[in-house]
């Protein structure tokens, strides 16, 4: 049984700061990838981050240098820590883990606002 639970988002002003967390509950597998994704109205959801067991990170070029992406392993929990927000990322954000076995999970998404 797998269970993920986002918290962090919120409505902020542009360049403010917002830190997304989610908590993978997982028996019976090991995760391996870890990651957010976001979906505007529409738009395709599309990849923001993603961190794998042994740390290493991809961003989508919209949030280099903006947007951190950090994993405690020993807690199954992913972060991403977003700095000097834009209007442009107002989306809803999803977690997203990726199982032993190739099975994706989702998390139920939280919105993030960015006001102008």
């Known amino acids: 049984q797998v269970q993920l639970v986002e918290s962090g988002g919120g409505l902020v002003q542009a360049g403010e700061s917002l830190r997304l967390s989610c908590v993978a509950s997982?028996?019976?597998?090991?995760?391996?990838?870890m990651g957010w994704y976001r979906q505007s109205p529409g738009k395709k959801r599309e990849l923001v981050s993603s961190i794998t067991t042994g740390g290493i990170t991809n961003y989508a070029d919209s949030v280099k240098g903006r947007f951190t992406i950090s994993r405690d392993n020993a807690k199954n929990t992913v972060y991403l820590q977003m700095n000097s927000l834009k209007p442009e990322d107002t989306a809803v954000y999803y977690c997203?883990?990726?199982?032993?076995?190739?099975?994706?999970?989702w998390g139920q998404g939280t919105q993030v606002t960015v006001s102008s």
């Open positions: 997982v028996t019976f597998f090991s995760i391996n990838r």
């Open positions: 997203h883990i990726l199982l032993s076995g190739s099975r994706d999970v």
